[in-house]
């Protein structure tokens, strides 16, 4: 038969084992969640550089008016239905870029104006 001194030496040494796999627990979230900071960052700072690529011109604008022109492109119908077209797709699949005639970029416009091109 066991005895207590024993016993209790191994409920130590479990207890001791117990806390080294909590801590190392603790350290591969935290580096889990350092590695999704530097992934999300990485991924604002191209997506960025790829907006202000296509329109320079947003470079000049205030935070305000940056903010104001993507709200109304976001908010038009036509935008809201790429979104939805693109995120139903595979995501293994390479979308074809698009090619804006002068056209689409009138009607766009117009459909930020509350403006019907679609007569006429």
Same mark, same amino acid.
């Given at each position: 038969?066991?005895?207590?001194?024993? &016993? +209790? @030496?191994?409920?130590?040494?479990?207890?001791?084992? &117990?806390?080294?796999?909590?801590?190392? &627990?603790?350290?591969?979230?935290?580096?889990?969640?350092?590695?999704?900071?530097?992934?999300?960052?990485?991924?604002?700072?191209?997506?960025?550089?790829?907006?202000?690529?296509?329109?320079?011109?947003?470079?000049? $604008?205030?935070?305000?008016?940056?903010?104001?022109?993507? @709200?109304?492109?976001?908010?038009?119908?036509?935008?809201? +239905?790429?979104?939805?077209? $693109?995120?139903?797709? @595979?995501? +293994?699949?390479?979308?074809?870029?698009?090619?804006?005639?002068?056209?689409?970029?009138?009607? $766009?416009?117009?459909? +930020?104006?509350?403006?019907?091109?679609?007569?006429?």
């Amino acid at each position: 038969m066991p005895t207590i001194k024993s &016993l +209790n @030496d191994k409920i130590e040494a479990a207890q001791l084992e &117990l806390r080294q796999h909590e801590n190392r &627990l603790k350290m591969l979230i935290q580096k889990q969640k350092e590695q999704e900071r530097r992934d999300r960052t990485k991924r604002l700072c191209k997506r960025m550089g790829l907006f202000e690529s296509l329109l320079p011109e947003t470079i000049l $604008l205030s935070e305000e008016q940056f903010k104001f022109f993507l @709200d109304n492109i976001i908010l038009t119908e036509s935008a809201r +239905n790429l979104l939805a077209e $693109l995120t139903a797709q @595979d995501n +293994n699949v390479i979308v074809e870029k698009p090619t804006a005639t002068a056209r689409d970029i009138s009607t $766009l416009s117009a459909e +930020n104006d509350g403006i019907d091109m679609t007569e006429g």
